[in-house]
């Protein structure tokens, strides 16, 4: 479904961790918390060999810091997820990354709806703040208007494309705001070049510049930004999970 490669020094990590444990399952997350990639090694508190459950303290720690990108686990023979796991990943929508000490290798599954928002890696004019915008409207089912044909660093020659942009979009400008609404921010300079998705509990949804997208708490710094806030004129937008 998604065409990613952990990095090559976390998969380091977690076959070493793997190795620590075993004969035991090993069990971990992988967290983007303020747009960067880490792997978090956690307690396996399961009394069952070849099954893990993790430290639920730990996992609530963790979920409450950032997105849990996956959920890693190591298995010590054979080469394919159980039943459990894929019924595990599909009920709790978060990836199951699964590391297979036999071959030193690992497999990721995707729940049936997973969405790809968190994670992706910044390239201009094609993973950056507008296309994330676009591409979380789009899993709510609005398709906003393409951008016209941007210049990179374009702040500096003069044009103005964020406002441009989102003006040509189905919203209206608002003062308070709600969950879906569109923020427009400057970001060390003068003219909006930044834009986020407000979602809820002062919590926003964006892709800065080389970062990965994440969700994040928008103060201080992404607060003190803020240029506008734009609202979607059609027909409320209905929470989904990632």
Known sequence: MVDFQLPEDMVSQVKEHALKEAPQECCGVVLVKKGKRKYYPCANVSKEPDSFIIDPVQFTKFSLQGDIEFIVHSHTSG???SEHDLQACNALKIPYLIYYLESETYSIHYHKDYNNLIGRGYVFGKQDCFEAARDWFLTHGVIMPPRKNWVDNWEEHGYNYISDEVFD???????????GDILTLTVNGKIPNHIAIYLDNDIIYHHAINRLSCRENMYPFWAENIHGIYRYKGSNLRRISR
């Open 169 to 179: 979009w189905p919203v209206e400008q608002v003062k308070d705001l709600i969950y």
């Open 79 to 81: 080469m394919e997820p």
